[in-house]
């Protein structure tokens, strides 16, 4: 019997057994503990803070505005993933780069009347040209990421101010505000009170993902490969289920599917996709769990590190573009220290500080769970300077637990 290729890194407490030593053999309980830690993390957090909310975060405005509040975390952290798999590396100027795009896109529009597809794709190649920048100081002339980004928080927030004038500049392009911040309806089956189509939605992606799992298990069992057990499987498919079906029934008590919501998936599959099925996705791992090697081996790690910035100031740019229509108006404050939200979710969802490892489900997650902890202290009317003490403490467990798992393991 063949034993699955399985490469694709895991984040940090996700690197137990990889495989059972027997097809199909559960994991022990210590080891499913360890496996899924932010995500048993995730739910005993949410339930947390609906009991202390008194039910108020399960509204279904409140659900619905879980993902949209932390729209630009959950796209940049798939970026800012990329960057910190090189080696522990960072970019300090994501908020500087999401202020500035949609600096651009809100004085484009309102200034020079351009529309909003125009808008979009000078801004998308501005966003590029940024990362390019980032990406030739870090990768060709081996300026350290650090110093590198520091520099471009402050020289792209600065040049955001000057376009912005100091002004706070609304958005009212409604065909902009469309494309990123409207919500999907279908004219007579979605209701005063229940939109059908996001629960129909809920269903079908609930359906698919049956399917694909059970088409999965057919090939991998027809070219003999090892498979987890049926029951724990399905059990995890059951469960995954269960959320979206659960998610698209409180969304579709409130406005329906928000369109928001299909662009973060788009760009979170995409990333999912690059970083665990292409050899392009595995040199990010490659460079982080051992540059040298990776060198030796025939890999241009310049390339690496430029493609690692460059994307990721796309998704900063991009994320400008969302936020700008989500709040409606642009000013000098844009983006302030969302960087450090999207660096905390990576490390709070499993990405390893030392580089090498984590993976594009673990930082969603722990964008998920910082989401939940900020939009939880808010309903509960927890003084905001109470919020970043215990956003603090969670991301140095997160860390802590990382270092501790290195040193077992003898990475560190």
């Given at each position: 019997?063949?034993?699955e290729?399985?490469?694709?890194?895991t984040?940090?407490?996700?690197?137990?057994?990889?495989?059972?030593a027997v097809?199909?053999?559960?994991?022990?309980f210590?080891?499913?503990?360890?496996?899924?830690?932010m995500?048993?993390?995730?739910v005993v957090?949410?339930?947390?803070f609906?009991v202390?909310?008194e039910?108020?975060?399960?509204?279904?405005q409140?659900i619905s505005?879980?993902?949209l509040?932390?729209?630009y975390v959950?796209?940049?952290?798939?970026?800012?993933?990329?960057?910190?798999?090189t080696g522990?590396?960072?970019?300090?100027?994501?908020g500087?780069?999401?202020c500035?795009?949609?600096a651009?896109?809100?004085q484009?529009?309102?200034?020079f009347g351009?529309?909003?597809?125009?808008?979009?794709?000078?801004c998308?190649?501005?966003s590029?040209?940024?990362g390019?920048?980032?990406?030739?100081?870090i990768?060709?002339i081996?300026?350290?990421?650090?110093?590198?980004?520091?520099?471009?928080?402050f020289l792209?927030r600065?040049?955001?101010?000057?376009?912005?004038?100091?002004?706070?500049?609304?958005?009212s392009?409604?065909?902009?505000?469309?494309?990123?911040?409207?919500?999907?309806?279908?004219?007579?089956l979605?209701?005063?009170?229940i939109?059908?189509s996001?629960?129909i939605?809920?269903?079908?992606?609930?359906?698919i993902l049956i399917v694909?799992t059970v088409?999965?298990r057919a090939?991998?069992?027809?070219?003999?490969?090892?498979?987890?057990?049926a029951?724990?499987?399905f059990?995890q498919?059951?469960?995954?289920?269960?959320?979206i079906?659960?998610?698209?029934?409180?969304?579709a008590?409130?406005?329906?599917?928000?369109?928001?919501?299909?662009?973060i998936l788009l760009?979170?599959?995409?990333?999912a996709f690059?970083?665990?099925?292409t050899?392009f996705?595995?040199?990010?791992?490659?460079?982080?769990?051992?540059?040298?090697?990776?060198?030796?081996?025939?890999?241009d790690?310049?390339k690496?590190y430029?493609?690692?910035?460059?994307?990721?100031?796309?998704l900063a740019g991009?994320?400008?573009?969302?936020?700008?229509?989500?709040?409606?108006?642009?000013?000098?404050?844009?983006?302030?220290?969302?960087?450090?939200?999207?660096?905390?979710?990576?490390?709070?969802?499993?990405?390893?500080a030392?580089?090498?490892?984590?993976?594009?489900?673990?930082?969603?997650?722990?964008?998920?769970?910082l989401?939940?902890?900020?939009?939880?202290?808010s309903?509960y009317?927890?003084?905001?300077?109470?919020?970043?003490?215990v956003?603090?403490?969670?991301l140095l467990?997160a860390?802590?637990?990382?270092?501790?798992?290195?040193?077992?393991?003898g990475?560190?």
């Amino acid at each position: 019997m063949k034993t699955e290729s399985n490469s694709k890194p895991t984040a940090a407490g996700d690197t137990l057994a990889a495989t059972s030593a027997v097809a199909g053999e559960p994991l022990g309980f210590s080891a499913y503990i360890k496996k899924y830690t932010m995500t048993i993390a995730l739910v005993v957090v949410f339930i947390f803070f609906a009991v202390l909310t008194e039910g108020r975060l399960l509204y279904a405005q409140n659900i619905s505005n879980l993902l949209l509040q932390n729209a630009y975390v959950l796209v940049m952290a798939c970026g800012m993933l990329l960057c910190i798999l090189t080696g522990g590396n960072v970019d300090l100027s994501v908020g500087a780069t999401l202020c500035l795009v949609a600096a651009l896109a809100a004085q484009l529009m309102d200034k020079f009347g351009m529309n909003a597809y125009l808008t979009i794709a000078v801004c998308l190649a501005v966003s590029v040209g940024i990362g390019a920048w980032q990406g030739f100081w870090i990768g060709h002339i081996h300026i350290p990421p650090f110093i590198a980004t520091l520099s471009g928080m402050f020289l792209f927030r600065g040049v955001g101010r000057v376009l912005l004038a100091s002004k706070t500049v609304a958005i009212s392009n409604k065909t902009f505000l469309d494309i990123f911040s409207s919500y999907i309806t279908v004219p007579g089956l979605d209701k005063e009170g229940i939109c059908w189509s996001a629960v129909i939605v809920g269903a079908l992606v609930a359906i698919i993902l049956i399917v694909l799992t059970v088409v999965n298990r057919a090939k991998k069992a027809k070219n003999g490969y090892e498979m987890k057990s049926a029951v724990s499987e399905f059990a995890q498919v059951a469960v995954i289920d269960l959320l979206i079906l659960a998610y698209t029934w409180q969304i579709a008590h409130y406005k329906g599917i928000p369109v928001m919501l299909l662009w973060i998936l788009l760009i979170v599959l995409l990333y999912a996709f690059i970083t665990s099925k292409t050899a392009f996705g595995r040199y990010f791992y490659a460079v982080g769990g051992n540059e040298k090697a990776t060198k030796l081996s025939g890999i241009d790690t310049k390339k690496v590190y430029f493609w690692a910035y460059c994307s990721m100031s796309i998704l900063a740019g991009f994320s400008g573009l969302l936020m700008a229509a989500r709040i409606g108006s642009v000013s000098g404050d844009t983006g302030l220290t969302y960087e450090l939200d999207t660096i905390g979710a990576c490390f709070i969802g499993g990405a390893s500080a030392y580089g090498g490892s984590g993976t594009v489900p673990g930082v969603i997650i722990g964008a998920i769970l910082l989401g939940v902890i900020n939009q939880g202290m808010s309903i509960y009317g927890l003084d905001n300077n109470w919020q970043y003490v215990v956003k603090g403490a969670v991301l140095l467990i997160a860390v802590i637990f990382d270092v501790v798992s290195n040193h077992k393991t003898g990475k560190a």
